[in-house]
């Protein structure tokens, strides 16, 4: 009898579990992506006459749609041998250029190969799809990028130029997604502001005795020890830098940063594809008089991204109040979520008067952490586990997330959480034995995500 009684007591409290890690997951609801005004893709206040020239010369720039001689109308020269997309703000579109994914995958467009490689990526193996996020392909096996596409089968392709994609279907192996990893853009809003942050700030960020047993660290540039802040595992250094591997990784285009084309697995491609062009394709324009002409489009690109204004957050949105959001906001920190995502850092003595001393509400603290979202790709000092910490700042208008995309609803997203965060999580669930005080309720949770998408 004893012994029927405690197998019920057991049954009863696991039911009881199953219950309560039920009603945490049906309490909360995504409203979606925010509508209305974008609230980015401006400039930021307080530039100079002149700032603000270069900074629409570098908008022009990052819209410009590449070709591989410029022989296509409305394009520059250079795109290619192997690339994932043709333009900068086809990549950074939403809600407004310089942003994340669009809704409609620019990379599924026959046009911008071939049928066929677009039916290789899409069909055979199923790396995009048409509603879907853009996406980079890398191998866990080397940490490297593969494009996606080659101009082999573009109508501008040069004469004797017969490369082709790699071998996807091989890497996914016979389980999707094998060796294949992703990642998709990060939005550009607000970088010159990140940029302008120094590095002692960042390291303030890492100490010991952190709540909930959060760690991070930084990550570092391989030749000078600094502090590397800009990419999904903080790679890279600087907005020139940035904007210089994209623009070869992503489109082809060699540049004074990045002059030498990629090949494929450290192969360079036949000179019939790399040889109809000078390189590199990008640089200074050195019989140029006019200012904003001179400078080569990897730096053009830099200035955009640097002034370019963080996104502006609403006060209230739809049928959520502004009582909501600061309730939200409330919970956030109450949850311990705030203790990586630091909601401001100040900028130093930055050069140009727009980005100096400027307090930057990015909620990152610019640090690498295990969050159980790992890839097993290694970059600098971050670890297959570690990624930076996503800045939230815009979050409320994101449609994909994750460093994969993998995921459309910022509840998701939130659960996908583990690892560093494992104690912040059970907090929003309100699960959390180690600490009750910081359990949120189904109010606080539903407010903690309208928070966020008022970012």
């Known amino acids: 009898m004893f012994i029927r ?42 530039l100079t006459v002149k700032e603000l020239k270069f900074f629409d010369a570098g908008l022009d720039e990052f819209a410009e749609v590449g070709s591989v001689t410029g022989s296509v109308p409305g394009t520059e020269p250079g795109l290619g041998p192997r690339f994932n997309l043709d333009s900068c703000a086809g990549c950074h579109k939403h809600p407004a250029v310089g942003g994340s994914s669009p809704s409609v995958n620019p990379q599924v467009n026959q046009a911008l190969s071939s049928a066929s490689q677009v039916t290789y990526v899409t069909v055979t ?46 890497a996914a192996g016979g389980a999707f997604p094998g060796i294949l990893r992703f990642r998709i853009p990060t939005p550009t809003f607000g970088l010159g502001l990140i940029e302008a942050i120094e590095d002692a700030t960042i390291l303030a960020n890492v100490y010991p005795g952190k709540p909930f047993g959060i760690l991070g660290s930084p990550n570092r540039n391989g030749n000078d020890g600094t502090v590397t802040r800009f990419g999904w595992k903080a790679q890279n250094k600087s907005l020139v830098i940035f904007a210089g591997e994209a623009y070869n990784v992503e489109q082809g285009i060699t540049n004074e940063l990045f002059p030498d084309e990629r090949g494929e697995s450290g192969t360079p491609d036949p000179v019939a594809c790399r040889g109809g062009v000078v390189a590199p394709q990008d640089s200074v324009h050195y019989d140029q008089t006019q200012p904003q002409t001179v400078v080569d489009n990897t730096g053009t690109f830099a200035n955009f991204m640097r002034f370019l204004a963080p996104p502006t957050p609403a006060t209230s949105y739809g049928s959520v109040t502004a009582a909501q959001i600061a309730a939200g906001e409330l919970a956030f920190n109450k949850a311990g979520c705030n203790v990586c995502h630091i909601k401001s850092m100040t900028t130093g003595n930055h050069l140009n008067a727009a980005l100096r001393s400027k307090t930057a509400n990015l909620f990152s603290d610019l640090l690498v952490h295990d969050v159980g979202t790992e890839d097993g790709i290694a970059q600098g000092l971050a670890t297959g586990s570690q990624f930076r910490t996503a800045p939230l700042w815009g979050v409320g208008q994101r449609l994909f997330f994750m460093h994969d995309g993998r995921k459309t609803n910022i509840v998701d997203a939130i659960n996908e959480h583990a690892g560093e965060a494992i104690q912040v999580i059970d907090n929003f669930k309100g699960v959390s034995g180690v600490n009750p005080a910081s359990n949120l309720t189904a109010t606080e949770r539903q407010n903690l995500v309208y928070f966020l998408r008022s970012l």
Request: hydrophobic share 45%; glycine share 14%.
């Open 125 to 170: 193996v199923p790396i995009l799809s048409a509603n879907g996020p853009v996406r980079e392909v890398r191998f866990a096996t080397d940490g490297g990028v593969h494009d996606l596409f080659v101009v082999t089968g573009r109508s501008d392709a040069p004469t004797g130029c017969a490369i082709s994609q790699p071998d996807f279907l091989a």
């Open 5 to 46: 009684q405690v197998c019920l007591s057991s049954a009863m409290r696991l039911m009881f579990a199953l219950m309560a890690a039920s009603s945490w997951m049906l309490s909360q609801t995504d409203p979606g992506p925010r509508g209305g005004v974008p609230g980015a893709g401006g400039a930021i206040s307080g």
